[in-house]
């Protein structure tokens, strides 16, 4: 991508950063990993749209703007799949790998 303006390239970078959350690691963590998404999706979407709309603000403004709202969206809620695989080499049960930890949204 040698040809694509490093303004161009930020953005892309914060949409793939949008995109690219861990997978659940149960069918259970499916909603709130859609939840999560959906949202960070919405925020890609609007963030691209704006750019090719020729937003005054422009697309550095745009890209800090998504990446704020990327931020307040964590991929969180859920057991990830690398969490779960983590736990169950540190010898801990199914069971107890897919359970989230105390204070995290359930």
Do not use: C, F
């Amino acid at each position: 991508m040698q040809n694509v303006p490093d303004p161009a390239r930020e953005l892309l970078a914060a949409v793939l950063e949008a995109l690219d959350i861990p997978a659940p690691a149960t069918v259970g963590g499916t909603e709130a990993h859609d939840r999560v998404l959906n949202a960070r999706v919405m925020h890609a979407k609007i963030a691209l749209e704006n750019v090719l709309e020729d937003d005054p603000l422009g697309i550095e403004w745009t890209t800090q703007y998504l990446r704020e709202r990327l931020a307040e969206t964590p991929p969180t809620g859920y057991v990830t799949s690398d969490q779960a695989r983590e736990a169950l080499a540190e010898g801990k049960t199914w069971s107890d790998a897919v359970t989230l930890p105390a204070g995290e949204d359930q």
